[in-house]
């Protein structure tokens, strides 16, 4: 096993270097092996175009004949905007697959194990099984539920607040952690506030790092009140996306259209519906969404358990204030035990900084399974 995990390794390394770039497909890594040397490496680099295992086999040219084939995630078996990955792994001549993880796409979803054994192709599944899970935890949550997968991030002092009293923000964290944020915001497909963060702050919401993605811009804003001047509406940076009530003003809406600006009405009378919100995005092919709403925001999707994961930059201050506002806020739970825990946690330190990771546990009974 100990080869396997090396060569699963560098799969699974190349891979993620396409985080951001491949949606709504996952992320996929490829490695052909042949007397024990590397004879080909492929890697997805986004949608409509080659899958890696058909990269690795072109470099490898006829070395690939008699190799092994290391891929993080099931070959596919049916024909889209590619051929089926698992003939051409067929054709190549390769006589073993190893694979990290099998295909949660109800169009793959083990045929692609299934036409490799049936040529006689030995297949072993599950080499680095859980990392391989983890890299595509938005593509395994929206090929199956059709819903993006939403992150909520904050940063904030270690009293938990993202803002003083006054409301100054700038800045809680460090430089280094809102580079780190730019880079989140690059990997995500949407970024989400409401309309009182664009009223207070006039953000860009933009990802400003060096060949950054611009995720598109979505606005909660229950009656249209976003400014007609503010830079989401005029800069013309990124695709900018509002969701309103029934309530919303007609004419701002007409507005807001003349200027390019998607315009969603939900069914809620005076407020959006976040669940609705979440369900549009998926019919719209918007598979992840990071959401930097203030602390109301935050608890709208918590509390009607839309959020997958939570990323947290606590700068090591304390600023106080019983009306300093907080990254959650809302009505809140009334007993500690029915509190979100969040699970497989990781802190990483940036700087003075610490950016926490975590993933809501909705379901108790979840824990000791």
């Not at 993080?72 to 990290?100: D, F, M, N, Q, Y």
């Not at 090929?143 to 270690?158: H, N, Q, S, Y």
């Not at 700068?315 to 809140?332: N, V």
Request: proline share 4%; glycine share 8%; with cysteine.
């Amino acid at each position: 096993m100990t080869d396997h995990t090396f060569y699963m390794d560098l799969a699974l390394q190349n891979a993620k270097a396409m985080k951001g770039q491949t949606d709504p497909n996952p992320l996929v890594g490829s490695v052909i092996v042949n007397d024990n040397r590397i004879v080909g490496i492929g890697t997805h680099l986004k949608a409509g175009e080659p899958h890696a295992e058909i990269h690795a086999i072109r470099m490898a040219g006829e070395k690939a004949r008699g190799g092994t084939i290391y891929v993080t995630l099931e070959p596919c078996s049916h024909h889209g905007r590619t051929g089926p990955c698992a003939v051409a792994i067929k054709e190549a001549g390769l006589k073993r697959v190893v694979i990290a993880a099998l295909d949660p796409n109800p169009l793959v979803a083990g045929n692609g194990v299934k036409i490799l054994e049936e040529a006689g192709i030995e297949v072993i599944i599950g080499v680095r099984e859980e990392e391989s899970r983890r890299m595509n935890e938005v593509f395994n949550k929206f090929i199956v539920e059709k819903k993006p997968f939403i992150t909520l991030k904050a940063g904030t002092t270690l009293d938990g607040k993202i803002a003083s009293h006054t409301l100054d923000s700038k800045w809680i964290t460090s430089a280094a952690s809102r580079q780190d944020v730019h880079q989140l915001r690059s990997q995500n497909k949407a970024i989400l506030v409401g309309v009182n963060t664009v009223i207070e702050d006039d953000p860009e919401l933009t990802a400003r790092i060096p060949n950054g993605r611009n995720p598109i811009r979505i606005i909660l804003d229950s009656t249209l009140r976003i400014p007609m001047d503010a830079k989401v509406i005029t800069d013309n940076l990124a695709d900018t996306w509002i969701f309103a009530s029934q309530q919303a003003d007609e004419e701002k809406e007409k507005e807001l259209l003349a200027q390019g600006i998607k315009v969603f009405r939900t069914s809620g009378s005076n407020r959006v519906d976040v669940n609705e919100v979440a369900g549009i995005l998926g019919e719209q092919l918007v598979s992840s969404v990071l959401i930097e709403g203030g602390g109301s925001i935050h608890a709208s999707f918590l509390e009607n358990h839309l959020i997958d994961k939570v990323v947290l930059y606590f700068a090591p201050k304390l600023i106080g204030g019983q009306d300093a506002p907080t990254f959650l806020e809302g009505t809140g739970f009334a007993k500690m035990a029915d509190a979100v825990e969040l699970t497989d946690t990781e802190v990483i330190k940036i700087g003075q900084d610490f950016k926490f990771i975590g993933y809501p546990l909705y379901d108790k009974g979840e824990k000791n399974q």
